[in-house]
């Protein structure tokens, strides 16, 4: 079964068709500057009864290399029957449209990533008859955000970002600089990418995470009747002091659960019964990065 957070590292390309063009020169690879995108029919079934579906494919117009294919595959773990899908599309591609086509890999952990990198070569030992090298974007090459400033100024890139490090100790510090930047922004521009970040992030504690963090920015963001809203009035509750206070204690606490940081009840209770947003945001920056309760609560 196809996961929300599958179908967002992919879909993403849909609702900012430009997005690969920014996100792979800043993973270090090279890539021309497109002049016109077109989304495409994703089927690639042929009149036999054999389906194959790539995530999604895009038409890439340039000034200086004429149009070209990409294809945008979600790959959420090494599968042994892919590669030989990938050769399928690529090729089949290629005879349909008679323009170069490109595979576009994206993936939310590094082992997935080294995997999906290897070149597929199809043929005998001595001579290879196709080659596919496939791109990669995953958390070794694409920049964590951290800034929120530099996330405002490209939320969509902000957003893949927080989804390719979906696993990886560093998107607590995303998801805060995330949260920040699309509050500070505002509109439904903002509030749109803050739905998708919520689906993209699936069924995880990442989830929990990036609705307190939103509850935590409530005072500058507009919610309308959306799930966000939601959990911006279950913090206004409490009354708005409390409520930031409660919801940046559960955050940190979640922090720590997500990057396995054991911490003791009484530890716990300390963290959920302050109420000094200054101390929170000390104890809140630590849980980044300590590996104990007690370099949590360490004098300055």
């Keep these: 079964m196809v996961s929300s957070a599958h179908e967002a590292m992919h879909q993403i390309f849909r609702e900012d068709p430009g997005l ?121 090459n694409v920049p964590a955000v951290t800034d929120p400033e530099e996330a405002a100024e490209d939320l969509a890139l902000a957003v893949f970002s927080a989804l390719a490090h979906a696993k990886d100790p560093d998107l607590p510090a995303i998801l805060d600089a995330l949260a920040e930047a699309v509050a500070d922004t505002g509109g439904e521009t903002a509030k749109r990418w803050a739905e998708f970040t919520e689906v993209g992030l699936g069924d995880t504690p990442a989830r929990a995470l990036w609705r307190r963090l939103m509850a935590t920015y409530t005072p500058r963001f507009p919610g309308s009747g959306t799930i966000i809203e939601e959990a911006i009035n279950e913090g206004l509750a409490e009354g708005r002091a409390e409520g930031r206070a409660k919801a940046r204690a559960e955050d940190i606490l979640r922090i720590l659960d997500v990057r396995g940081i054991e911490i003791s009840e009484a530890d716990r209770d300390r963290v959920m019964c302050c109420e000094d947003l200054d101390v929170l945001g000390i104890w809140f920056d630590r849980a980044l990065s300590v590996t104990s309760g007690e370099e949590l609560f360490a004098e300055a």
């Design 20 to 140: 690969f063009a920014r996100a792979l020169p800043r993973a270090g690879i090279p890539f021309p500057e497109p002049t016109g995108i077109q989304p495409l029919d994703t089927d690639l079934t042929e009149i036999r009864p054999l389906v194959r579906r790539v995530d999604t494919l895009l038409r890439v117009d340039t000034a200086e290399d004429g149009g070209f294919l990409l294809a945008v595959e979600a790959q959420g773990k090494p599968d042994r029957d892919k590669p030989s899908s990938w050769t399928y599309y690529l090729a089949h591609l290629y005879a349909k449209y008679q323009l170069p086509p490109v595979l576009l890999v994206v993936c939310r952990d590094k082992a997935t990533a080294a995997w999906a990198a290897e070149p597929v070569r199809v043929g005998l030992p001595g001579h290879t008859s196709i080659a596919v090298f496939p791109l990669v974007l995953g958390p070794g």
